[in-house]
């Protein structure tokens, strides 16, 4: 009781789960003796002229975010540039500053209305636009759809989210981005969340799969289409197969930014019986910090332990699975996002979308089946950059054995559901192409139906499930998919680039074919499941972090805690987070860069600071592609009050940011034309000269020095003229 009476104020202490050793973490996810870690920023953030301009942002939040959006706004027309940014990274600056790079129309493809709402309000309060029609969603549910439908067929639409089933089964909005796709006003196509392409498709929003052939018809016609690729974590599978799908050859960029949270603490607890287990996770709800997720295997776990609370005194909890909805869904997020209650039981289809920045704990009562998909479901914790909790309390024997089941058919069933596609009446061919109807029933199955002929929906499921299969590892490709009118039933125009699976009837040769398949799969899934399995029988004698660095081959070590060590495991903050070197495309000099410098690849300016800015503004209507400079202060003066219209896809750097992507031989951040500010002839500015006179040497660049002074070096006995293949001038002679 609180000792005096005060209103509006409650005296509180705090009550720790007795089962949890490290009671530091749930202090710091209660936001008590919460410290910051310390960020020292190695690198210049600034952004650029056009940035500024358009969102009124001076400087990026990281280094990663600052080499995503500009490697996003140099990907060349017709390329395909996946991306990778942290959770809570910027991913969303990306989306906007490339859908105004160009006139012209980008569409975002998210997977929830939810976050489709979310992001045009995002837009719409960083772009200084007056016209809210510039920035719109679709959807099915929208009132003002034909108002929606008459921007975009008016070209007023700028940048437009929608979700994949909208995209693809609305005949209308088909017909309508099909018009402005022919007048190639459709400039850029952008999967947010990318990585659940491959998650979903078998059993789950199959519209998803039909983005491949749609994207394809799209840039068959309008080939300077470009396609991004964004999330937060992809597996190297992952990436391999987004690649097939949804890139030309030759025409594929990488802008690796991958890096582990730096918010959950992680505390894994075993029980010994089922009962055990029960009254622990009853105590984790009560303890743990809210608002929490709790993460169940099946709709039927989610109402028994919904009971099983409800009988404990603990109310206003909700359930969200497969088997909720869509309508009780949209009034669930709602709720949720707007505080209405703090406990959400769930499975995986709760998740994707809902970006809720306050979650503190995320509680797994199951192990999922492999590290991926147990980061995916804990991301949704502590995206507000504050500590948050990720607990799992499992019975290790039991939900180890549950979490191995693989979803893999057997060989036999895979051949004969895909032999029954193949061998269908009225199928029609040509050649290798043949539409399959995947709602045939497969002939090993046949006696237990009527004399109708359609299968039932489990049988449409499966027949998808073994065309992705098939398409994941090589053997068809797909080149279209629709739905028959007014049913749930899609038609896959494939073509079979294995001729094994050409064949009418069983035999060896599409077994052994079958069997690669179907041992690649299962080793797969084995691997991921061993990684997450070793993960808890060693929780405590093992970073609990181990599994993500095999899972996520680029990021570097990261943990901030779990039950094998209490301080944080890591890379030091301000670091650049560029985890692949991107050595293509490389930009050409312009044709009037080349007419304005003559037969010089470098030329020297010498200047005063009156005189940069109007220089480099020159250098801009040329071409310019780089710009570093060892004097911010005249830079950010560039950036806000530059008056020409500047390249989106111009490159603002320090001498640091440009001797990490020189180093790492970074060529399709550093090609082109060069402009380099020298403020003074100091140690640092001849060490980083010595390093642009050794190091970057492209067969076709531009390299233009600023200098105060031609200064005469006693030690070489040389001038700073004779050290540049090329002539100095003085900056009147350079800007006439």
């Not at 358009?54 to 995503?68: E, H, R």
């Not at 990261?558 to 094998?564: F, H, M, T």
Request: glycine letters at 4%; a negative charge.
């Amino acid at each position: 009781m609180p000792s005096r009476k005060r209103l509006g104020t409650i005296n509180a202490t705090f009550a720790l789960p007795s089962c949890i050793k490290n009671q530091e973490f749930i202090e710091n996810a209660f936001l008590r003796n919460l410290t910051y870690e310390k960020s020292e920023q190695k690198f210049s953030l600034l952004t650029s002229p056009y940035i500024y301009k358009l969102t009124g942002y001076l400087y990026f939040k990281s280094m990663s975010q600052k080499l995503a959006v500009n490697g996003a706004l140099n990907t060349p027309g017709g390329y395909t540039t996946l991306v990778s940014l942290p959770t809570g990274g910027g991913k969303s600056l990306i989306t906007q500053t490339v859908a105004y790079q160009n006139e012209g129309m980008t569409i975002v493809i998210v997977p929830t209305i939810s976050l489709a709402i979310d992001q045009v309000r995002v837009a719409r309060s960083n772009i200084k636009t007056d016209n809210p029609d510039e920035i719109l969603y679709y959807s099915s549910g929208i009132k003002d759809k034909r108002r929606v439908i008459d921007c975009i067929k008016n070209k007023k639409v700028r940048l437009l989210f929608i979700s994949p089933e909208a995209l693809i089964e609305n005949q209308l909005f088909v017909e309508v981005v099909k018009e402005l796709n022919s007048s190639h006003f459709l400039k850029n196509i952008i999967i947010d969340e990318a990585h659940i392409v491959l998650d979903w498709g078998g059993f789950f929003r199959v519209d998803y799969q039909c983005l491949e052939p749609w994207r394809k018809k799209l840039i068959a016609e309008n080939p300077q289409m470009r396609t991004f690729l964004l999330s937060a974590t992809f597996t190297e599978d992952d990436i391999e197969l987004l690649r097939k799908m949804f890139s030309e050859p030759d025409g594929w960029i990488e802008i690796r930014c991958d890096e582990l949270r730096h918010e959950p603490r992680f505390i894994c607890i075993k029980a010994n019986t089922a009962d055990d287990k029960m009254y622990t996770a009853i105590e984790l709800v009560r303890k743990l910090p809210h608002p929490m997720i709790v993460y169940v295997s099946n709709p039927y776990e989610a109402e028994i332990f919904k009971k099983a609370l409800e009988r404990n005194g603990l109310n206003d909890i909700y359930t969200f699975t497969g088997k909720t909805s869509a309508e009780e869904r949209n009034k669930l997020i709602d709720a949720w996002n707007n505080n209405e209650f703090d406990v959400m039981i769930a499975t995986s289809a709760f998740g994707v979308g809902v970006d809720k920045p306050d979650v503190r704990t995320v509680l797994h009562l199951y192990v999922p089946e492999s590290p991926n998909a147990y980061y995916q479901e804990l991301g949704r914790g502590g995206r507000d950059g504050l500590p948050c909790i990720s607990a799992m309390c499992v019975i290790p024997s039991t939900d180890l054995n549950a979490a191995k089941v693989t979803k893999v058919l057997t060989a036999e069933k895979i051949s004969g559901r895909w032999l029954s596609m193949l061998n269908q009446k009225d199928q029609v061919r040509n050649n290798n192409s043949i539409l399959i109807d995947t709602s045939v029933k497969p002939f090993y199955n046949i006696e237990s139906y009527s004399d109708d002929e359609t299968g039932s929906s489990i049988d449409i499921n499966w027949n998808i499930y073994v065309l992705l299969l098939l398409r994941r590892y090589d053997r068809i490709i797909i080149d279209e998919i629709f739905k028959k009118p007014a049913t749930d039933t899609y038609i896959f125009a494939i073509i079979v680039k294995d001729s094994r699976f050409l064949k009418s009837i069983e035999d060896d040769e599409i077994i052994d074919a079958i069997n690669d398949i179907r041992e690649a799969e299962v080793n797969k899934l084995t691997g991921a499941y061993k990684m997450i399995s070793d993960a808890v029988k060693k929780s405590g004698r093992d970073c609990w972090s181990e599994m993500f660095y095999s899972t996520y081959m680029k990021v570097s070590e990261y943990c901030a805690g779990c039950d094998y060590h209490s301080e944080v495991i890591g890379i030091e903050h301000g670091s650049c987070s560029l985890k692949k070197p991107v050595n293509k495309p490389v930009k050409q000099v312009s044709d009037e860069m080349q007419n304005y410098c003559g037969n010089s690849k470098e030329v020297g300016v010498i200047y005063d600071d009156s005189s940069i800015v109007q220089a480099i503004e020159k250098l801009c209507c040329f071409g310019l592609n780089v710009i570093v400079s060892s004097d911010l202060n005249n830079i950010t003066e560039f950036i806000r009050n530059t008056s020409n219209k500047i390249d989106p896809s111009i490159q603002i750097m320090d001498g640091n940011e440009f001797r990490y992507l020189l180093k790492q031989r970074n060529k399709y951040f550093l090609s082109g034309t060069f402009a380099f500010i020298f403020s003074s002839y100091d140690q640092r500015t001849m060490s980083l000269f010595n390093d642009i006179k050794t190091n970057l040497s492209l067969s076709d660049e531009n390299k233009i020095y600023f200098v105060h002074n031609d200064k005469f070096f006693d030690k070489i006995g040389k001038r700073f003229s004779e050290l540049i293949e090329g002539p100095i001038i003085p900056v009147e002679g350079f800007l006439n």
